[in-house]
């Protein structure tokens, strides 16, 4: 009953509540439900008592009237809440007030899935409130709630401890805020998590190894100030979906990227990393989008590639890739662009070059060594970087010692954007507002076109 009662409850809010992000998710080629990811495991619902909850009070006016327990206590989570939040513009949580907690704004009831006969807070959406404030602990009361955004606003401070409670929540994105310290342990003890959306923060650190233990389907954990190696167990994720840009982590992108069953899209852009690409990459039978721009990796394209069959589109630019772009890479059957600007590639296939004047494929490739081709570095600078080619068996995880090298700039934070409508021309990114101006709310709620911004596949054309 309790299955039947987990199955329906998150049926119910995907009728009545589907999020921007999913909707966004389910548009590409390889649709990231392949894992069937709306199940709840029953083990979720069999909740062990917890110190730290209970010894949060549970006391209201006796005045009030409640439908049942747990919409009492998300009363007094959304009352604790309210409290915490030092300016509501929009006046978002203006009619948070009152015992009929399902009539707030931004807060969506359903029927509690282990009971059907009680209705339980399921989702609470402040995405675009310009919200500033905290989160208090008594958000763990909250321990049947499935979905939590609050995209666009201004909370900062770490997250309680109190929030590993929340066993059920399988959508949390808290992206474009203040929240800050290292990452968000409470996010650990989520087991039934699929969406995490965290990018456009303050966190920094090292990532646990554990989340890549968990069945997390998408990361989205861009443009926050994470560093040092990237986790080694990271092929043991399920992820549909991986975007780390934007950071500080440093070393080798690890091996075992490969073994990511289900990888469809990945972006390491604007890191340190160095090395070689792992032959490894090949393997991965869904990928469609692959991104190391603005990185310092050497070595040429591993000859793996030519097995992406899905890939769209590579992104290389800005690294110390040599070597030749072979024709197998530019006849992948769904391949459409190809970056390769700012490297040191000597050679382009001729069935490539056939393709590009042919205009069925884009390939960006100035400030490269390629004889006969327009706006390429300085024969000095080619001459010293590739008499030396890289032996991927031995260069490790350092950056290559040439002389543009000690040139090149690590790249600074990126500026926060709202998102741009997949339909039109991504904008430059603006600086966010300081956290005591209000600004007026985007019209559009947050997509993947954020994440991986000008990434994205084209829209398929004809028949």
């Given at each position: 009953?309790?299955?039947?009662?987990?199955?329906?409850?998150?049926?119910?809010?995907?009728?009545?509540?589907i999020?921007?992000?999913?909707?966004?998710?389910?548009?590409?080629p390889?649709?990231?439900t392949?894992?069937?990811?709306?199940?709840?495991?029953?083990?979720?619902?069999?909740?062990?008592?917890?110190?730290?909850?209970?010894?949060?009070?549970?006391?209201?006016?006796?005045?009030?009237?409640?439908?049942?327990?747990?919409?009492?206590?998300a009363?007094?989570?959304?009352?604790?809440?309210?409290?915490?939040?030092?300016?509501?513009?929009?006046?978002?949580?203006?009619?948070?007030?009152?015992?009929?907690?399902?009539?707030?704004?931004?807060?969506?009831?359903?029927?509690?899935?282990?009971?059907?006969?009680?209705?339980?807070?399921?989702?609470?959406?402040?995405?675009?409130?310009?919200?500033?404030?905290?989160?208090?602990?008594?958000?763990?009361?909250?321990?049947?709630?499935?979905?939590?955004?609050?995209?666009s606003?201004?909370?900062?401070?770490?997250?309680?401890?109190?929030?590993?409670?929340?066993?059920?929540?399988?959508?949390?994105?808290?992206?474009?805020?203040?929240?800050?310290?290292?990452?968000?342990?409470?996010?650990?003890?989520?087991?039934?998590?699929?969406?995490l959306?965290?990018?456009?923060?303050?966190?920094?650190?090292?990532?646990?190894?554990?989340?890549?233990?968990?069945?997390?389907?998408?990361?989205?954990?861009?443009?926050?100030?994470?560093?040092?190696?990237l986790?080694?167990?990271?092929?043991?994720?399920?992820?549909?979906v991986?975007v780390?840009?934007?950071?500080?982590?440093?070393?080798?992108?690890p091996?075992?990227?490969?073994?990511?069953?289900?990888?469809?899209?990945?972006?390491?852009?604007?890191?340190?990393?160095?090395?070689?690409?792992?032959?490894?990459?090949?393997?991965?039978?869904?990928?469609?989008?692959?991104?190391?721009?603005k990185?310092?990796?050497?070595?040429?394209?591993?000859?793996?590639?030519?097995?992406?069959?899905?890939?769209?589109?590579?992104?290389?630019?800005?690294?110390?890739?040599?070597?030749?772009?072979?024709d197998?890479?530019c006849?992948?059957?769904?391949?459409?662009?190809?970056?390769?600007?700012?490297?040191?590639?000597?050679?382009?296939?001729?069935?490539?070059?056939?393709?590009?004047?042919?205009?069925?494929l884009?390939?960006?490739?100035?400030?490269?060594?390629?004889?006969?081709?327009?706006?390429?570095?300085?024969?000095?600078?080619?001459?010293?970087?590739?008499?030396?080619?890289?032996?991927?068996?031995t260069i490790?995880?350092?950056?290559?010692d040439?002389?543009?090298?000690?040139?090149?700039?690590?790249?600074?934070?990126?500026?926060?954007?709202?998102?741009?409508?997949?339909?039109?021309?991504?904008?430059?990114?603006?600086v966010?507002?300081?956290?005591?101006?209000?600004?007026?709310?985007?019209?559009?709620q947050?997509?993947?076109?954020?994440?991986?911004?000008?990434?994205?596949?084209?829209?398929?054309?004809?028949?």
């Amino acid at each position: 009953m309790q299955t039947l009662g987990s199955f329906f409850y998150i049926s119910l809010i995907s009728i009545f509540y589907i999020s921007p992000f999913s909707i966004a998710l389910i548009k590409y080629p390889v649709p990231v439900t392949r894992r069937g990811l709306t199940s709840l495991k029953q083990t979720n619902l069999n909740r062990e008592p917890d110190p730290l909850l209970d010894s949060i009070k549970i006391e209201v006016d006796p005045n009030l009237k409640f439908e049942n327990p747990r919409l009492k206590k998300a009363y007094v989570a959304l009352q604790e809440w309210k409290k915490a939040m030092i300016s509501d513009p929009y006046q978002m949580t203006k009619n948070w007030v009152g015992p009929d907690v399902c009539l707030y704004t931004g807060v969506v009831c359903a029927q509690a899935p282990d009971d059907e006969n009680i209705a339980t807070v399921a989702v609470i959406d402040l995405n675009f409130g310009d919200i500033a404030g905290y989160l208090v602990p008594h958000l763990g009361l909250l321990t049947d709630l499935a979905i939590l955004h609050l995209h666009s606003n201004r909370f900062f401070g770490i997250f309680p401890p109190t929030l590993s409670n929340l066993k059920l929540l399988f959508e949390l994105d808290v992206s474009n805020n203040h929240f800050s310290g290292l990452f968000p342990s409470p996010v650990l003890a989520m087991s039934s998590l699929k969406f995490l959306d965290i990018r456009y923060n303050e966190f920094e650190g090292q990532l646990p190894p554990q989340i890549f233990d968990m069945d997390i389907d998408a990361f989205i954990l861009n443009n926050n100030r994470f560093y040092n190696h990237l986790p080694k167990n990271i092929g043991n994720s399920p992820a549909t979906v991986l975007v780390l840009s934007n950071n500080k982590f440093s070393g080798c992108i690890p091996r075992n990227l490969g073994q990511m069953p289900y990888l469809e899209q990945v972006s390491f852009a604007n890191n340190r990393l160095t090395g070689c690409l792992p032959e490894e990459i090949g393997m991965l039978k869904y990928l469609t989008v692959f991104d190391v721009r603005k990185n310092n990796i050497s070595g040429p394209i591993p000859k793996s590639f030519e097995n992406l069959k899905t890939i769209g589109k590579i992104d290389l630019s800005c690294n110390q890739f040599s070597g030749k772009v072979d024709d197998s890479l530019c006849t992948l059957p769904r391949i459409w662009n190809i970056t390769i600007t700012d490297n040191y590639f000597n050679e382009i296939g001729a069935e490539c070059d056939k393709l590009i004047k042919d205009h069925k494929l884009v390939l960006l490739d100035k400030d490269n060594c390629l004889a006969n081709k327009l706006d390429q570095r300085p024969e000095k600078n080619c001459s010293l970087a590739l008499k030396n080619p890289v032996n991927c068996k031995t260069i490790g995880c350092q950056a290559r010692d040439h002389v543009d090298l000690k040139n090149r700039k690590f790249p600074g934070p990126t500026p926060k954007v709202q998102n741009p409508s997949p339909k039109t021309t991504p904008t430059p990114p603006s600086v966010r507002d300081p956290p005591h101006t209000p600004k007026p709310p985007p019209l559009q709620q947050p997509t993947m076109t954020t994440a991986f911004n000008d990434l994205i596949l084209p829209p398929k054309t004809g028949s």
